[in-house]
């Protein structure tokens, strides 16, 4: 015979029972102490939350990398004040914005940077929306998405932003990434209180309707409260010692499984201590028996949802692993409870008969299970593809999920955050608030031409994938490509000064034909210079002769002069003496001068004694005896006394002519003395008269040579005024070709500013323009060597469309360095769609190691429960497919028919506490069919082992239990629907209906007749 009835826990509950009011003592205490001298579970949630994503995220991890390189503190907690005003962003909302900018700067406890874009014209393009009536301020708080420190810092700054006057009509949010998570863990928070009165209202209702005693109510009501009032301080004090880590959803699932799973164990107590005293047990003997039958099922039931939630210790994803954990230490502590503090509140409060059963009710749904056990009995394979066939079709369907990331709807609509969103979607293009970051690496400065061609390819590129609807860059900072950077652009500069060149050269043309007539007299006068440069070298030659001839008479004096003076005097000495005899003249002349009268009476008287014989005119004796006298004396003179006579008498009458010609020629001689004495110096100076002759050579040699030269002049200056004849000509045919290049580049200009195969060329002397260097500011690092853009689309950024966008924008970006010279470059991508993203991954890997630990460890423990491997096989077999059929239930009801598919975190929890729970209830069933199944085969003997008989006898007196343990857990997941989250709502009803589908069709169908089917196969190895 095999009983799970446990003398031990028997003893225990007697103890406990024989106790009570010391039991009940001490757990009071325990309650009053915990909560008083240790902070409330809230308060060190808030003062301990861990981060929501997975240090590991890679996403997450680059827009940490993003803030570093641009200079920034390490954080992404990314979050945007969103001010509008409908009537226009006037001068005193631009006041606010600035008392807010700098109120931010003044917190760096909660703020690590912001992004102010309103401080210069060029900026304020980048942050206004186009209609102007509203501004976006970026805020980064310190800690990451989730954290504590994040949440506390969101709540600081929107303090900030209302404690500043704001003026009339402007409207101010705080929104953006950690918004939304720091509201949605505080909507979670706000609806607990709602959730917890929800659900011991319901669980009252639902008891109060089961056993239909106030006390029984009562025992379970003070079960679960003390459960969960020493849940919480001890995880609270775990937390705050770092040994557990918690958020938001710590506290929410927690409070919810302690709430059900403390109702169930105080209902599997109360139901088979409801057996005992219908069964005519004491007091005592019931309380000791309803323990010691039902203990080790509590503490594998514990055990079987710990060991399920303590899988979550090992996942990376913050929702799992700051809930796992800290749910079994809750669970632990209420079967404790359950365990030790439930038998004394039946020994309080059933000694007057207050937890009795009422006998009549308790025996009618026995004998309704029981034949519910018959009809199962009786036709197990039936009823074994019957329920087939109904969780086939919903496993099916379960097969279509899929998973929602819409956070923004799992918080309530009037967030702060949601309300940004929407106050942003107003004025700005859509999701503007959540972009996505292409994230441009490079190991050298990116403010080059060639670069910024390169990254204005990838934004192209990007900006072509479907969904996007806008990308600003560094050469697109509002969305559109720098008109100045296009090619078509600088083809219109360049159009725009060739038929400038082309205007100019026709008026031009004016000043060219002068040039062409300056040109023929330049040539002209060339070829007059050649024809009278042969008379120029004929006189050059008869100069250089002549000068030549003078060397040669001045080599003669030299020999002359030398000769005379039997070499005493050279011509130097001669022309001293030429000096002296000048002088000597002139003496004479003075001479003369001083004598002139005396002179002149005495050649008068010679006239008139000798005149007539002179002439011959004699009239009378005297003057023929004197001409016959002076006739004597010419014969003896030869004739020359009468010239002497004539001489003196002409002398005297011209004296003054004769003293002015001596005078003449002393000054004459003088002249020539001087002229030589500067002529000997000069040809002193040439060293001799041969080195005068070189030169003289010399210079009928160069006369020569320009006259070639000359000739070659005259020659080129030809040519020239044949070409200049030319040049209109050819200018005009220039002018013509230039008009046909400046209407095919303004033509370009037209196409390639608005075709699809646009170009992009910015100059150096651009990159210093101040709506560049504005730009750069946010959209190029320091350093220049990290370059982002923004990306915005339309439709939700948390979405399948989203996720698979990313993935292609990435790819794309990729690509489209391919032959640039940012081949080489990383190109990664990160934003608050991109962190979920790669969150998808992380919940999948997540979720099948919980999954695997989680079916291992209840698997082994109900291994050991049962002793057993068939049987345990049977329960985590129906499990993991009502698991699955619930799960198609959650996506025709959420997915199906509300269309919001289910939140991505219900799937793994409402697994682990699904499995977990449903297995304890088949643990339950199937141990009480053992047992009964043994008891009918005492001394008997039975092909199947007792199974039939077990089986109906086990569904009679469990089936009212574990239906009442159901239905109450059931309706405290369904409270979590109250919450106004949708997240929770949604694991609630899951959680919720999976129970109900346990209860009813799995634990009552389901598993008795797999194990009828089986037989006595089902308890291998052990025998039965």
């Known amino acids: 015979m095999v009983s799970t009835v446990s003398s031990a826990f028997s003893r225990v509950g007697a103890a406990a029972a024989k106790y009570a009011w010391w039991v009940a003592g001490f757990w009071v205490i325990a309650l009053v102490t915990l909560n008083v001298l240790f902070p409330q579970l809230?308060?060190?949630?808030?003062?301990?939350?861990?981060?929501?994503?997975?240090?590991?995220?890679?996403?997450?991890?680059?827009?940490?990398?993003?803030?570093?390189?641009?200079?920034?503190?390490?954080?992404?907690?990314?979050?945007?004040?969103?001010?509008?005003?409908?009537?226009?962003?006037?001068?005193?909302?631009?006041?606010?914005?600035?008392?807010?900018?700098?109120?931010?700067?003044?917190?760096?406890?909660?703020?690590?940077?912001?992004?102010?874009?309103?401080?210069?014209?060029?900026?304020?393009?980048?942050?206004?929306?186009?209609?102007?009536?509203?501004?976006?301020?970026?805020?980064?708080?310190?800690?990451?998405?989730?954290?504590?420190?994040?949440?506390?810092?969101?709540?600081?700054?929107?303090?900030?932003?209302?404690?500043?006057?704001?003026?009339?009509?402007?409207?101010?949010?705080?929104?953006?990434?950690?918004?939304?998570?720091?509201?949605?863990?505080?909507?979670?928070?706000?609806?607990?209180?709602?959730?917890?009165?929800?659900?011991?209202?319901?669980?009252?209702?639902?008891?109060?309707?089961?056993?239909?005693?106030v006390m029984s109510v009562a025992f379970a009501l003070l079960i679960l409260g003390f459960g969960l009032g020493l849940a919480r301080p001890v995880v609270g004090i775990l937390g705050q010692a770092g040994i557990l880590e918690m958020s938001m959803f710590t506290a929410a699932l927690m409070t919810a499984l302690v709430i059900g799973a403390g109702t169930d164990y105080a209902v599997f107590i109360i139901g088979r201590f409801h057996e005992a005293r219908r069964s005519g047990r004491s007091l005592p003997d019931a309380i000791a028996d309803a323990v010691g039958g039902i203990a080790t099922v509590i503490i594998a039931s514990g055990l079987t949802i710990a060991a399920a939630c303590m899988a979550m210790l090992f996942t990376e994803v913050g929702i799992f692993r700051t809930a796992g954990p800290p749910i079994a230490v809750g669970i632990?502590?209420?079967?404790?409870?359950?365990?030790?503090?439930?038998?004394?509140?039946?020994?309080?409060?059933?000694?007057?008969?207050?937890?009795?059963?009422?006998?009549?009710?308790?025996?009618?749904?026995?004998?309704?299970?029981?034949?519910?056990?018959?009809?199962?009995?009786?036709?197990?394979?039936?009823?074994?593809?019957?329920?087939?066939?109904?969780?086939?079709?919903?496993?099916?369907?379960?097969?279509?999920?899929?998973?929602?990331?819409?956070?923004?709807?799992?918080?309530?609509?009037?967030?702060?955050?949601?309300?940004?969103?929407?106050?942003?979607?107003?004025?700005?293009?859509?999701?503007?608030?959540?972009?996505?970051?292409?994230?441009?690496?490079?190991?050298?400065?990116?403010?080059?031409?060639?670069?910024?061609?390169?990254?204005?390819?990838?934004?192209?590129?990007?900006?072509?994938?479907?969904?996007?609807?806008?990308?600003?860059?560094?050469?697109r900072p509002d969305g559109t490509p720098l008109p100045e950077a296009s090619l078509g652009y600088q083809a219109g500069i360049v159009a725009d000064g060739l038929t400038e060149a082309t205007e100019r050269i026709a008026a031009s043309q004016p000043e060219l034909l002068r040039l062409a007539e300056g040109t023929t007299e330049l040539a002209d006068g060339a070829e007059t210079a050649r024809q009278r440069l042969p008379e120029l070298v004929t006189g050059t030659d008869e100069v250089t002769g002549l000068a030549n001839d003078i060397l040669t008479t001045v080599e003669l004096l030299e020999v002359t002069v030398d000769e005379a003076s039997g070499g005493e005097m050279d011509l130097g000495g001669a022309v001293a003496e030429i000096h002296t005899t000048a002088y000597a003249l002139s003496d004479v002349a003075g001479l003369l001068a001083?004598?002139?009268?005396?002179?002149?009476?005495?050649?008068?008287?010679?006239?008139?004694?000798?005149?007539?014989?002179?002439?011959?005119?004699?009239?009378?004796?005297?003057?023929?005896?004197?001409?016959?006298?002076?006739?004597?004396?010419?014969d003896a003179t030869g004739g020359n006394a009468s010239q002497a006579l004539r001489s003196a008498i002409d002398g005297g009458q011209n004296l003054d002519e004769t003293t002015a010609r001596i005078s003449a020629l002393s000054a004459r001689m003088h002249q020539i003395a001087s002229q030589l004495e500067t002529s000997l110096g000069a040809l002193a100076d040439q060293g001799s008269t041969a080195s005068a002759r070189e030169r003289l050579t010399d210079l009928t040699a160069g006369v020569r040579e320009l006259a070639d030269g000359v000739g070659q002049l005259a020659a080129g200056a030809r040519e020239i005024s044949d070409g200049t004849q030319r040049i209109p000509q050819i200018l005009n045919e220039l002018a013509q070709g230039l008009q046909l290049a400046s209407g095919h580049l303004g033509g370009m200009r037209t196409g390639a500013l608005n075709g699809p195969g646009s170009g992009f060329y910015l100059p150096d002397f651009a990159l210093e323009e101040p709506r560049f260097v504005t730009a750069s500011q946010f959209f190029l690092s320091p350093d220049g060597k990290t370059a982002r853009m923004v990306a915005l689309s339309g439709g939700s950024v948390l979405s399948r469309e989203s996720f698979d966008r990313i993935d292609a924008m990435r790819a794309a970006a990729q690509s489209a360095t391919d032959n640039t010279v940012l081949h080489d470059a990383d190109v990664t991508?990160?934003?608050?769609?991109?962190?979920?993203?790669?969150?998808?991954?992380?919940?999948?890997?997540?979720?099948?190691?919980?999954?695997?630990?989680?079916?291992?460890?209840?698997?082994?423990?109900?291994?050991?429960?049962?002793?057993?491997?068939?049987?345990?096989?049977?329960?985590?077999?129906?499990?993991?497919?009502?698991?699955?059929?619930?799960?198609?239930?959650?996506?025709?009801?959420?997915?199906?028919?509300?269309?919001?598919?289910?939140?991505?975190?219900?799937?793994?929890?409402?697994?682990?506490?699904?499995?977990?729970?449903?297995?304890?209830?088949?643990?339950?069933?199937?141990?009480?069919?053992?047992?009964?199944?043994?008891?009918?085969?005492?001394?008997?003997?039975?092909?199947?082992?007792?199974?039939?008989?077990?089986?109906?006898?086990?569904?009679?007196?469990?089936g009212g239990v574990i239906t009442v343990a159901g239905v109450v857990f059931a309706i405290t997941m369904f409270a979590l629907m109250s919450g106004g989250v949708y997240l929770l709502a949604q694991l609630g009803f899951v959680v919720g209906i999976g129970l109900i589908l346990d209860i009813l069709l799995v634990r009552t169908v389901l598993v008795p007749s797999t194990l009828l089917l089986l037989g006595k196969v089902s308890w291998w190895p052990a025998r039965s």
């Open 332 to 475: 632990l502590i209420s079967l404790t409870i359950a365990l030790t503090l439930g038998p004394a509140l039946l020994a309080i409060l059933g000694r007057r008969g207050g937890a009795d059963p009422l006998m009549d009710g308790g025996r009618k749904a026995e004998r309704r299970w029981r034949r519910i056990g018959a009809r199962v009995v009786h036709r197990p394979l039936t009823a074994f593809f019957l329920c087939i066939a109904v969780i086939t079709p919903l496993v099916a369907v379960a097969f279509t999920y899929e998973p929602n990331f819409d956070e923004f709807s799992a918080q309530p609509a009037d967030s702060e955050s949601n309300q940004g969103y929407q106050l942003a979607n107003n004025h700005f293009p859509y999701n503007e608030l959540l972009p996505e970051y292409v994230i441009v690496r490079t190991d050298h400065d990116m403010r080059t031409s060639a670069d910024l061609a390169a990254l204005e390819l990838i934004a192209q590129s990007v900006s072509q994938v479907e969904g996007v609807s806008l990308v600003r860059s560094i050469t």
């Open 42 to 213: 809230e308060k060190v949630i808030a003062d301990n939350s861990a981060a929501f994503i997975p240090e590991n995220n890679q996403a997450s991890i680059a827009i940490t990398e993003m803030s570093r390189d641009f200079g920034n503190p390490d954080s992404s907690a990314v979050g945007f004040f969103v001010m509008a005003n409908e009537n226009g962003f006037g001068d005193a909302d631009r006041a606010y914005y600035d008392a807010l900018a700098k109120r931010l700067v003044d917190s760096p406890d909660h703020v690590a940077y912001i992004l102010d874009l309103q401080t210069t014209p060029e900026a304020r393009e980048l942050s206004t929306s186009e209609d102007g009536k509203a501004v976006t301020l970026m805020t980064v708080l310190h800690g990451d998405n989730g954290t504590t420190e994040a949440t506390q810092a969101t709540s600081a700054v929107r303090e900030i932003a209302s404690s500043i006057d704001k003026p009339d009509g402007l409207d101010v949010k705080f929104s953006g990434p950690v918004a939304t998570t720091s509201d949605q863990l505080q909507a979670v928070e706000h609806g607990m209180l709602v959730i917890t009165g929800v659900s011991v209202i319901l669980i009252s209702i639902a008891l109060l309707f089961a056993y239909r005693r």
């Open 594 to 634: 001083s004598n002139a009268a005396a002179i002149t009476t005495s050649s008068g008287m010679l006239n008139n004694v000798f005149g007539p014989a002179l002439r011959g005119g004699c009239g009378d004796l005297q003057c023929s005896a004197v001409h016959a006298a002076l006739q004597r004396a010419d």
């Open 829 to 958: 991508s990160t934003s608050f769609a991109a962190v979920y993203s790669d969150l998808e991954g992380e919940i999948n890997s997540d979720f099948r190691l919980v999954a695997l630990i989680a079916l291992a460890a209840v698997t082994l423990i109900l291994v050991a429960m049962l002793r057993s491997i068939v049987a345990p096989l049977v329960i985590m077999v129906w499990a993991l497919v009502s698991y699955i059929a619930t799960i198609g239930i959650g996506v025709v009801v959420w997915q199906h028919l509300l269309g919001v598919p289910l939140h991505w975190s219900v799937i793994p929890i409402s697994f682990v506490v699904l499995v977990g729970v449903g297995a304890d209830y088949s643990m339950l069933v199937i141990t009480r069919i053992r047992e009964e199944s043994a008891a009918t085969l005492r001394g008997v003997r039975s092909p199947d082992g007792g199974l039939r008989l077990g089986v109906i006898r086990a569904l009679g007196s469990t």
